[in-house]
């Protein structure tokens, strides 16, 4: 069953939310929920079940689902896998119409009990009409609407995070609940912005597909990051790409499975039968997404398609402080099929005026790091983006000390907004924490090697021309 779009979206925001199986033991999972709750500010109406009826974080809990004041618009069903039908038809009784189940030991246990317990809570759901998220998932979290409904250590700030996520335009769709998380936990360090996580499980009811057609839809969301063990609809997926391209939203797609090994984890992970690698790299092709080998790729990708703009064509420019770095980066330019060609005469003339003269302004263009104290970035940056044979450049420079985007930062931002051509970093030191945060407000997508820099622009010039029309597939079936 597809659900549509907005009844996602309607999912992904409740106003109020019960948890079911609420614990006082702050490392059980019914423990966690509360207080992650909480310590972001979800604004709707909190309610505890528990057995005991005990006080959990100085708020009452109710003995079961039937003595709520009031129906919750979502439960949070965290007991034991035996109770989570009569749970979701306590839920059915109540007048809930949405539950996330976050209990493990379903249809990806071995031997049939498994199969029969998630076969029950689908009867159940669809006898009530309770739309389901799970069960064997971690939940979600909406940023923008400050709800994380999820026990994930990775967004809970007394175990990972230690500052507020900012709401960004990068969104998450993973049927590992794990790996989910561990993508926004490695985008926070880099500050890159998420509007939501989803993971979503054995699918006993939402799919990664439907939480995907819904993300696509959502205005502040530009990206989507999706990681996937099986795909059973191609044809589905190929019509949310369709919709993707009409929306701007830019889909990044990693798939395991391409070994037996991968196959039998993934089958015991989440039930999911991961089909054919082939098929579902022609898939990618055919509907225009943008794959991903691992999840340090997807948060790259993701980092530039959310910040640059795509690539149109020309040749590339290296702008540098270090002539070491400059040919490193040249070299990863070149392997991953860029030009980066000599500049010509009379802009190599106008670039000398920002180095010394044992600068070299051929292409890599290498400022020295003296220039840092001279004129700084920005000024030969917009130089060599305002060529027209220059079609995107690779900053290779230090951002070890924030000291440089402190004081050029926003003139940075301005020089690459107006340019419209896509700039990258190669920052061959490990940015700092301050500067991390003044490169994404520069709007700059950055790496700390020349390989991912390159990468990502090639990620960038290919879904550009791929946006012009998609190829077609010679293949169907599972993916």
Same mark, same amino acid.
């Given at each position: ?30 423990? !966690? ?35 709520? %004041?009031?129906? +919750? ?31 493990? &030991?379903? =249809? ?20 009530? &009409? ?83 057609? +819904? ?27 369709? !919709? ?42 055919? =509907? ?68 010394? =003269? ?29 060529? %027209?044979?220059? &079609? ?43 500067? =991390? ?21 090639? +990620? ?10 998609? !190829?077609?597939?010679?293949?169907? &079936?599972?993916?």
């Amino acid at each position: 069953m597809t659900v549509p779009p907005a009844q996602v979206a309607d999912f992904l925001r409740p106003g109020s939310v019960a948890i079911v199986g609420a614990s006082r033991d702050p490392d059980a999972l019914g423990g !966690r929920l509360l207080p992650i709750l909480r310590a972001h500010g979800y604004p709707g109406r909190i309610f505890l079940v528990n057995p005991s009826g005990a006080t959990i974080g100085g708020e009452p809990s109710y003995q079961s689902v039937d003595d709520l %004041p009031e129906p +919750a618009e979502l439960a949070v069903v965290v007991v034991a896998a035996a109770r989570v039908a009569e749970t979701l038809e306590a839920c059915g009784r109540r007048g809930i119409g949405k539950a996330i189940v976050l209990s493990s &030991g379903f =249809a990806e246990e071995a031997g049939p009990d498994g199969r029969e317990r998630q076969e029950a809570l689908q009867s159940v759901a669809r006898r009530h &009409g309770i739309l389901v998220l799970g069960p064997n998932c971690e939940g979600f979290a909406n940023l923008a609407a400050r709800t994380p409904l999820t026990f994930s250590p990775a967004i809970d700030f007394e175990r990972a995070l230690r500052r507020p996520p900012v709401p960004g335009s990068v969104a998450v769709v993973s049927q590992s609940g794990g790996l989910g998380f561990a993508l926004f936990n490695d985008a926070m360090e880099r500050h890159l912005a998420f509007s939501h996580v989803v993971t979503t499980g054995n699918e006993a009811g939402l799919d990664a597909l439907d939480v995907l057609g +819904a993300l696509v839809e959502e205005p502040a969301t530009t990206v989507v990051l999706c990681f996937l063990e099986g795909v059973s609809d191609p044809d589905r997926l190929r019509r949310i790409a369709g !919709r993707a391209r009409e929306t701007g939203t830019v889909v990044v797609a990693a798939k395991v499975g391409r070994s037996a090994a991968a196959a039998r984890a993934s089958r015991a992970h989440t039930a999911h039968e991961v089909g054919d690698a082939a098929a579902f790299d022609r898939l990618v092709a055919d =509907a225009a997404l943008v794959p991903a080998a691992d999840q340090e790729e997807l948060v790259d990708l993701g980092m530039a398609f959310s910040r640059a703009p795509s690539f149109s064509g020309g040749g590339v420019g290296v702008l540098t402080i270090s002539g070491g770095a400059g040919a490193w980066a040249a070299d990863a330019l070149a392997s991953a099929g860029f030009e980066v060609p000599e500049l010509d005469p009379a802009l190599q003339d106008a670039l000398r005026a920002y180095m010394p =003269a044992y600068g070299a302004p051929a292409n890599p263009v290498d400022l020295t790091a003296r220039a840092l104290a001279v004129a700084g970035l920005a000024p030969p940056l917009e130089l060599l983006l305002a060529s %027209p044979d220059i &079609g995107a450049v690779v900053l290779a420079s230090s951002f070890g000390s924030p000291r440089s985007l402190e004081q050029e930062g926003a003139e940075l931002r301005r020089v690459v907004a107006e340019a419209g051509k896509p700039v990258v970093v190669y920052s061959y030191t490990r940015p700092s924490e301050e500067s =991390a945060r003044l490169l994404a407000e520069a709007g700059l997508a950055w790496y700390p090697t020349p390989v991912r820099a390159a990468r990502a622009l090639a +990620a960038l010039a290919t879904h550009g021309q791929s946006r012009s029309g998609s !190829r077609s597939a010679d293949a169907d &079936g599972p993916a």
